[in-house]
């Protein structure tokens, strides 16, 4: 099934936020700090994440993204804009797609550079231990202080300014490169990366990006992840258009019509526990408050109305649940599977977040597909 969709803007309030750490303005340093939290001075407060890879499939980005969302005056998140392991590792480049949804939730990018790095101790041409400049984020959040446009403005200004952020990512891989004697992948490839950044940024990075999406899309199509327990193999292609013309190449991991409305459905899984984690709860959603804020939603050519659906599945649970059932109905379901305090809290935070923000929640026993 092919769908696509118009969003125009984030309408949302965040639930299971975690509570962030305070750290002085005059004390932040983005290697040391929490993976997400609050920068403070005498009159402001921003609140911050940190990404360790431009892939967004590493280290749950959108849920460190989540905690910071709601919080301060404003938020901020920093993403390197590659990230190079060494020849025997993997390298990465910031996607277009990442900075559209990053706009569409208001959030501002920092788009930091690694400046040091150690040397693996057991693979050779691999490092590790890399860190951002400390003293460029700063430079970029006082600019962030006085900046009064909206994130969205300010993300598009440094797209046209990441050529000259790819000169110091240059100078500090080959300076690393060079210090630990480890070899790097290719200059090449940078040097492309920033032949298509100068040339025209917000449109030749927008579309070589739009290249390899679609590219992930087509692959994810074809695939199951481990972590998904669906009940058919109805995966979907959803391409969704934000009012600048920025597209997101996505799937979806269910489709089911019920009611009059095609239901997209995300997954996420436990084999361990009797709920998936916190990290994936909220990685899913992220997808939500995409999917509840989409318009003109047409599927395979034909206007259709929808419902974002968060199913959250584990081998170990008995029955099922779901966000729209009676009062005694969820207390059952809690008696029978023996949830803790802290685990029916979280369970009623979400079903709390998906009644405020138009999704729903399902809990039901689930396995793995092979």
């Not at 408050?289 to 959250?312: C, D, I, R, Y």
């Amino acid at each position: 099934m092919n769908i696509s969709a118009k969003i125009t803007g984030i309408n949302y309030k965040p639930f299971l936020q975690a509570t962030l750490s305070q750290i002085q303005l005059s004390d932040f340093d983005i290697n040391s700090a929490p993976t997400s939290c609050l920068i403070t001075d005498s009159q402001k407060s921003f609140a911050i994440s940190k990404w360790v890879s431009p892939k967004r499939t590493r280290s749950y980005p959108y849920e460190r993204v989540y905690n910071t969302l709601g919080h301060g005056n404003k938020s901020i998140t920093v993403i390197p804009i590659v990230k190079d392991e060494g020849f025997a590792g993997d390298r990465d480049f910031i996607q277009w797609d990442t900075i559209c949804l990053m706009s569409l939730l208001n959030v501002f990018i920092i788009f930091g550079y690694y400046s040091q790095a150690e040397k693996h101790r057991s693979r050779a041409n691999k490092i590790t231990g890399q860190k951002f400049d400390n003293e460029y984020v700063l430079n970029k959040i006082a600019e962030i202080d006085n900046y009064h446009s909206s994130a969205l403005h300010w993300n598009i200004g440094e797209i046209n300014r990441l050529a000259t952020v790819m000169d110091r990512v240059k100078e500090s891989y080959a300076r690393i490169s060079k210090s630990l004697k480890v070899k790097l992948h290719s200059a090449d490839g940078l040097d492309t990366f920033q032949g298509q950044l100068s040339e025209n940024a917000t449109t030749f990075f927008r579309d070589s990006s739009r290249a390899k999406a679609q590219q992930a899309q087509n692959r994810e199509l074809q695939t199951h992840q481990p972590k998904e327990a669906l009940a058919t193999s109805s995966k979907a292609s959803i391409t969704i258009v934000n009012y600048l013309g920025g597209e997101y190449f996505l799937t979806v991991d269910e489709t089911k019509i019920e009611n009059n409305s095609l239901r997209l459905i995300e997954s996420k899984h436990s084999n361990r526990a009797c709920l998936p984690s916190r990290n994936d709860i909220k990685d899913g959603l992220l997808k939500m408050m995409l999917f509840s804020n989409l318009t003109e939603f047409v599927a395979n050519g034909v206007p259709v109305n929808h419902t974002p659906v968060l199913q959250l599945t584990s081998a170990l649970l008995k029955g099922s649940i779901e966000s729209r059932s009676t009062e005694n109905e969820i207390a059952e379901f809690i008696r029978r599977n023996k949830f803790k305090p802290p685990q029916q809290e979280l369970i009623r935070s979400v079903f709390a977040g998906s009644k405020e923000n138009r999704f729903e929640v399902i809990l039901k026993s689930g396995k793995t597909k092979k």
